[in-house]
C-alpha cells in the first residue's frame, strides 16, 4: 500500500534545538527546484487571518493568497494560539484549506501538538518531528562550519570548551562569537 504524502509538518521543540534551521533548509531545497515559498512568524499569520475574519473578508481570499505558494512556513505560531480555541480552529480551518491546492505548510512550535489540541491535525496529514537537543557531533560540524566561513583556526581545545558549554544552538552561536583574535591579519592559524 502507497503511504500517501503528507501536507504538513509540525516540527516542535525548545528553543535553541534548530527547529528553524531544519525549516529553512526546506525552504532552501524547495527554493533550489524554483518553488515559491513564503515565510512568517506565526503572530503574522494569526493577525491576518483574524484581520480577514474581523472585516467579513471571504476566507477564500486569505487562502488564495497563500495558495499561490508551494510552501508556507509559520514560525512561532504556538505563541499566538497557546488558550485561544476558537482561533486555533480557524487557523486549523485555514492551513487546511490551504492545503487542498498542494501548498505544503510548516509549523513550527515549542509546545506539541497536544498543548494546542483545537489546532493538531489528523495523523494522515500531518508529520509530527520533535526535535531533541543538538548532538555534540551536531555543534561540531556546526562549529567546523563557522569556522570555515570566518576563515579561523582555533585549537581543538577551545573548540571542545565551547561545544560542552552550550546546551542549544544559541547557546553555541554565542560562545562562537565571543572568541577573540588578536588581529584580522591574523585570523588565519592564529592559534587564538
Do not use: H
Not at 20 to 33: G, L, Y
Not at 92 to 117: F, H
Not at 176 to 188: L, W
Request: hydrophobic fraction near 35%.
Amino acid at each position: 500500500m502507497e503511504e500517501k504524502i503528507k501536507k504538513i509538518i509540525w516540527i516542535s521543540g525548545r528553543c535553541g534545538y534548530g527547529k528553524t534551521a531544519f525549516a529553512n533548509s526546506i525552504i532552501k531545497e524547495f527554493e533550489e527546484k524554483n518553488k515559491e515559498t513564503c515565510k512568517l512568524e506565526g503572530k503574522d499569520f494569526v493577525n491576518l487571518l483574524v484581520e480577514n475574519i474581523r472585516n467579513k473578508n471571504p476566507i477564500e481570499n486569505f487562502v488564495f493568497y497563500f495558495q499561490s505558494y508551494d510552501l508556507l512556513v509559520l514560525d512561532d505560531i504556538d505563541y499566538y494560539l497557546l488558550g485561544k480555541k476558537a482561533t486555533q480552529k480557524a487557523i486549523k480551518e485555514a492551513i487546511q484549506k490551504i492545503t487542498n491546492n498542494n501548498t505544503k505548510v510548516i509549523l513550527i512550535t515549542q509546545k506539541r501538538a497536544r498543548k494546542l489540541r483545537k489546532l493538531k491535525f489528523d495523523s494522515d496529514e500531518c508529520f509530527y518531528k520533535r526535535l531533541k537537543a543538538p548532538t555534540v557531533e551536531i555543534k561540531r560540524n556546526l562549529v567546523k562550519s563557522w569556522l570555515r566561513v570566518e576563515r579561523l583556526v582555533i585549537p581543538e581545545e577551545k573548540t571542545n570548551e565551547i561545544i560542552n558549554k552550550s546546551n542549544n544552538l544559541f547557546q553555541l552561536k554565542g560562545l562562537f562569537n565571543q572568541i577573540s583574535f588578536p588581529t584580522k591579519e591574523n585570523r588565519i592559524n592564529s592559534g587564538f
